[in-house]
C-alpha cells in the first residue's frame, strides 16, 4: 500500500488479536524503518527493547500503564527508550562510524564532530535527555508510518508511568529512558476503534503561509 492510503487507514489500536503473531520478516521491516529514521545530527540517541516474558508484560500492564490491554494482548511489546548519557564520547563514536562507512578520514569530520559537540554538549543533562527522546518521536514516527504501509498493526503508548516502566526493566542502569510503549500486532476484529472515522483539522488549521 502506498503512503497515503496507509495514513488514512491505519489507526491506533486498542484491541490486538493476541492469538494473531507477528513474522519475523514483518519486525525485520519495522527494525529497518527505526533504523532509517532521521534524527538530528545524526545520532540516533535510543533504543528499541523488545520485552518477551509475558510476565513482564503483564506487570507492564498492571503496574505501570493503566491496565492498557495492548501491552499485554499484542504480538509483540516494544519500550523505546532514550538514551540517558549522550554525551562527547556519543557524538565521537557517531564521527567514527561516518568516517568507516564514508571511507574519508576521520580528520575531514573534525569540524562537523566539534560543531555537534558544541550543540549538544551545552545543553544540561535533563535538556540533554529530552533532546534524545525527541528523536525517539521521529523514529516512532517513521515505524508507525511503515507499519502502516506494510499493513502491520500498531498502538503507541504514552500512558504509563516511565519510572515504573524502567523500574520493572532495569532500564536506569542501562542508562535508558522509557519513552514510549509501541505495541505490534494484528488488531481484533471486534476493536470499535478499527471502524471510526478518522478525525483530524483540516488542513487549515495545520498550515500556514505567514
Ligand atoms: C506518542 C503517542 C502516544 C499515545 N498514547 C496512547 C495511549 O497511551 N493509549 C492509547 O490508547 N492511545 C494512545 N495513543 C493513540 C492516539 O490517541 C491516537 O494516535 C490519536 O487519537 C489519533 O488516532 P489514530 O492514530 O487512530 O488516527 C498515542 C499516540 C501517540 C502517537
Known sequence: MSLLPA????????????????????????????????????????????????????????????????????SLLFVLAAETNVDERTIARSIDLAAAIRNVPRSSLEARENQIKGFVMSFPPEQRLAWAQRQAYIALGVLVSAAAEAKIDV????????????????????????????????????????????????????????
Do not use: C, W
Open 155 to 210: 498502538s503507541s503508548m504514552e500512558g504509563f508511568v516511565p519510572d515504573k516502566v524502567d523500574a520493572i526493566l532495569g532500564l536506569s542502569e542501562k542508562l535508558l529512558r522509557s519513552t514510549v510503549l509501541v505495541a505490534v500486532g494484528v488488531h481484533s476484529e471486534d476493536d470499535e476503534f478499527a471502524h471510526l472515522a478518522k478525525v483530524r483539522k483540516p488542513i487549515e488549521q495545520i498550515f500556514q503561509v505567514l
Open 7 to 74: 495514513l488514512q487507514t491505519r489507526y491506533a489500536v486498542k484491541k490486538f488479536n493476541p492469538a494473531a503473531t507477528i513474522s519475523r520478516a514483518q519486525l525485520e521491516l519495522l527494525l529497518e524503518a527505526l533504523r532509517l529514521a532521521p534524527t538530528s545530527f545524526n545520532l540516533q540517541p535510543f533504543r528499541l527493547v523488545q520485552v518477551i516474558d509475558p510476565a513482564v508484560r503483564e506487570r507492564i500492564r498492571s503496574e505501570a500503564a493503566f491496565h492498557q490491554p495492548q501491552v499485554t494482548e499484542a
